[in-house]
């Protein structure tokens, strides 16, 4: 009597193909979750321009409603559009996304 003659009950033949079948399946599962996270990628970035071109949108008729002030105020629009313009500048440099609008800008 062999300690190793439990061992092999199954013939080399069918442990190859086991393993093969397997390494495949895996493979293939790993390939169809790449696939469907790339195309989710996707899809979410384009779901992002398109949120991003509806606010850019919506920011410009803000500006386009909001009240323009005037000397008046004892603030030239030159000064305002500076200050804004400084905003801007200073928030795009901190990828900060804020969708600001100057409405009143007054002399302390």
């Keep these: 009597m062999n300690l190793l003659d439990g061992w092999f009950k199954f ?40 949120g991003e ?14 009240p323009v002030t005037t000397a008046e105020d004892g603030v030239s629009p030159e000064v305002v559009a500076a200050i804004t313009a400084a905003i801007a500048a200073y928030y795009e440099g901190e990828q900060v996304k804020c969708d600001f609008v100057v409405r009143r800008i007054r002399k302390i």
Aim: glycine residues 10%; proline residues 2%; positive net charge.
């Design 11 to 50: 013939p080399v033949g069918d442990g190859a193909f086991y393993a093969v079948f397997g390494f495949v399946f895996v493979f293939l599962g790993i390939t169809l979750l790449i696939l469907f996270f790339t195309l989710l990628g996707i899809i979410m970035k384009r779901v992002n321009e398109r």
């Design 53 to 66: 071109k509806t606010r850019k949108e919506a920011q410009e008729r803000a500006v386009a409603a909001s």
